[in-house]
């Protein structure tokens, strides 16, 4: 059974700061792998989508690589803004096509 | 990207009436379209995976006879919560794909409060 891990559960930086966060998964057997983003009481917004042939994908300040043998994905934001403060889950596609997500890192970012 | 699309986005009721909510994937024929929950502070769970024109496929713990899901075209599924109580208000998200083994595309999610 895939279990998917967020790490750190909540992060609060300083904004402009470049932050991490950090995704791994027990199967390497994964069709893609998501990165969303969860406004409070808001609904899901895909950042970043990575194939399992890929191994980082970009989009403005984001950048998310995926080490499929690890079991491991970060998503990477650079300078960051207060905007930024929302909860980050990243979700895993196994090949019958179910996603598994973590529980989802929350992000604060002070002025 | 393809888009998929939930209606409504928010709804109150009250406890004992049924809710329907709608997926569709306006743009793209959807053969399996998947069905989510999200109670406060936690992630998504998956409730069932529906193939179009057939019955879906619920994960354990899922009562199939609460959660009415209907899957009769390429692209609209709708879910039924029937006689809703407090306990299933909760966060609703489908997702959509053109084949079982296809990228995901999700809807924004639907936001049911039961009171």
């Known amino acids: 059974k895939q279990e998917v891990t967020q790490i750190p559960a909540a992060l609060s930086v300083p904004e402009g700061e470049n932050l991490v966060l950090n995704c791994s998964f027990t199967d390497s057997a994964i069709y893609n792998l998501q990165w969303f983003r969860q406004d409070p009481g808001k609904g899901l917004t895909s950042l970043l989508l990575i194939q399992s042939s890929q191994r980082e994908q970009t989009s403005g300040r984001l950048n998310a690589s995926l080490d499929k043998s690890s079991g491991r994905s970060t998503l990477y934001i650079a300078a960051s803004q207060p905007g930024d403060s929302a909860t980050y889950l990243c979700a895993v596609e196994v090949n019958a096509g179910k996603s598994t997500f973590g529980d989802g890192t929350t992000l604060t970012v002070k002025p | 990207g393809a888009v998929v699309s939930q209606h409504p986005s928010r709804v109150i009721c009250k406890s004992g009436t049924s809710v329907k909510i709608e997926c569709r994937s306006l743009d793209f024929q959807a053969t399996t379209m998947f069905w989510y929950r999200q109670f406060p502070k936690q992630s998504l769970m998956l409730m069932a995976t529906s193939n179009e024109g057939s019955k879906a496929t619920y994960e354990q713990g899922v009562e199939k006879d609460k959660f009415l899901i209907n899957h009769a075209s390429l692209t609209l599924s709708t879910l039924t919560v029937t006689s809703a109580h407090p306990e299933d208000s909760s966060f609703y998200i489908c997702?959509?794909?053109?084949?079982?083994?296809?990228?995901?595309?999700f809807g924004p999610g639907t936001r049911l409060t039961v009171l």
């Open positions: 997702s959509a794909a053109g084949g079982a083994a296809d990228t995901q595309y």
